[in-house]
Every structure is written in structure tokens, then in C-alpha cells.
């Protein structure tokens, strides 16, 4: 009872408090919390909007690994899985607070990790990509310099049967999808350090058993393509993206 009550309290204090704003000088109150708006390629092609009725869960940074297996040299790759750790960087978009970047800043931080930072994945050393046991390491922070820890969020990987599966916010989002359409990075994409080009934007949607949210977009994309097949196997190349999550 006791919180309920205090958040009434709280929020009957806000309504009586709003009035007294003088809105005729500086930024209004309605700018400064604009709903983040979702990246757009500025290319031919965009993704759909987020349908209008639905609300921005998170935005998480995913950094790790595009998995890709070859059956024979010169051939193409095929997709193979992917594993992720989450951040949470909701609070970076601009405008939103004390923790905001500008908007340069907040479209390169996937650039910026992916460069400056090792992927956080308990990666092979002899063989290519993760473990396949124990591929996520601790729940932690990511820390690059000059920039607040990004907390964590949770973690993207592939299930038994190969569907693209996202756990994050304790539980509270389970998001198991599919593919519902997806478009060409901006030209200017980061090819990432292993210069093999960024990854597509994706546009996803929950399937049957997801919890918490509807849908997730894969955007601002910064490597992840894949090496070619030089040898058969396994193969992996390193990749980060935003990950926008509605519901
Ligand atoms: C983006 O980040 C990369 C890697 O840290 C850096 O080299 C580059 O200068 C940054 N670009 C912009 C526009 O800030
Ligand atoms: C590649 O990703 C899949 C799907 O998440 C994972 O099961 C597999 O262990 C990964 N393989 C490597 C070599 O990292």
C-alpha cells in the first residue's frame, strides 16, 4: 500500500506543481523528452515505423559475434547464429538527461566499442568464435573510456532450433523472433576492424512465447560480415548494433 500511496502523492504534487512552469522561455518540457525516434538509413530504403500504439522498452547496445559455417572454399558463407551481450543505452539518446550524448556521439557508439573495446564474449583461442558451453562471461558493465559504464541488459543468441532469441531486463523480456524484413546499412556503414562490412538493419518480430516486448529492430550496425569462405568450418567476425525493442 505504502509505495502506491507515495507514488499518488508524488505524482498529485507533480500535477499541482506544473502549472507554475513558465513555458514562454527555453526548451519546452516536451522537447527535452521526446520519445527517442528510431535510426533511419537516409538510404532508398527504410524499415517500417514502430506501429504508433507501441512503446520503446529499451535501446541496447548488442556487442559480440556473427557466427558463419562454410561447406566448401569459394563458396559463400552461411548464417550461422549470432551471440550478443547486452547494454543498456536508453538513457544515452540525446536529450533524454544528465547521461545523454549528442547525437554524433550516440550514432557512433557502436563504432566506438566495437574499436576501442575486446568483444565481451569468452571467445576461443584456438578455434574461431565463443565457447560453445559457456560463450557469455559475468553480468557487467561495459566500460569505454570517456563514457558512463553502460549497465547490463541481458543477452541475444541463437536457441537449439535456431531462432534469433533475446533475454534481457532480469526476465522481464523474452523475445524469441523472426525476420520480417530488413535493408542495406547506410553507405558510410562501419565496416568494422575486420573490414568486412557492417551487418543489415534488421526489422524482427516476437514470436509465440515472447514476453515483455513485440518487437526489435537490429540498427546503426558496425561490422559482423562475413569472411568469405577461405577455409570449411566454422567462422565468426566480430559486430555491434543498437537493438530497439518495442511493446
Ligand atoms: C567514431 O568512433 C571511432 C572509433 O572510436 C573513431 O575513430 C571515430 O573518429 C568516431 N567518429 C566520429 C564521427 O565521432
Ligand atoms: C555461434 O552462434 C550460435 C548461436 O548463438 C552458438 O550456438 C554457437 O555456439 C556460436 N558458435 C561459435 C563458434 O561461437
Known amino acids: 500500500m505504502l ?4 507514488l499518488l502523492f508524488a505524482s498529485a504534487a507533480l500535477t499541482t506543481a506544473a502549472p507554475v512552469i513558465d513555458r514562454s522561455t527555453g526548451p519546452s518540457c516536451e522537447a527535452s523528452h521526446q520519445a527517442p525516434a528510431l535510426p533511419k538509413t537516409g538510404g532508398v530504403s527504410e524499415l517500417p515505423d514502430p506501429d504508433s500504439g507501441l512503446t520503446l522498452k529499451h535501446i541496447a547496445l548488442g556487442f559480440g559475434i556473427q557466427n ?13 547464429g549470432a551471440l550478443a551481450m547486452l547494454y543498456d ?77 533475446f533475454d534481457l531486463d532480469g526476465g522481464k523480456i523474452h523475445l524469441p523472433c523472426t ?20 551487418v543489415t538493419w534488421l526489422y524482427l518480430g516476437g514470436n509465440a512465447g515472447a514476453i515483455g516486448a513485440k518487437y526489435v529492430y537490429r540498427v546503426l550496425t558496425a561490422g559482423g560480415v562475413s569472411h568469405g569462405c577461405k577455409t570449411t568450418g566454422t567462422d565468426s567476425t566480430s559486430y555491434t548494433a543498437t537493438y530497439w525493442f518495442y511493446g
Open 3 to 6: 509505495p502506491t500511496a507515495l
Open 89 to 165: 543505452i536508453t538513457n544515452l539518446y540525446p536529450n533524454q538527461g544528465g547521461d545523454s550524448l549528442s547525437q554524433k556521439d550516440f550514432e557512433n557508439l557502436t563504432s566506438k566499442a566495437l574499436w576501442t573495446h575486446p568483444v565481451p564474449l569468452r571467445m576461443n583461442h584456438n578455434a574461431p568464435g565463443a565457447s560453445r558451453t559457456n560463450p557469455f562471461p559475468r553480468d557487467a558493465p561495459l566500460r569505454l573510456k570517456g563514457t558512463r559504464p553502460l549497465p547490463f541488459l541481458g543477452h541475444h543468441y541463437f536457441d537449439a532450433a535456431g531462432v534469433p532469441t
Open 179 to 198: 525476420k520480417i524484413s530488413q535493408v542495406n546499412p547506410p553507405s558510410g556503414a562501419d565496416a568494422g576492424p575486420e573490414g568486412t562490412g557492417a
Open 68 to 80: 558463419y559455417t562454410c561447406s566448401q572454399v569459394g563458396t559463400s558463407s552461411t548464417a550461422a
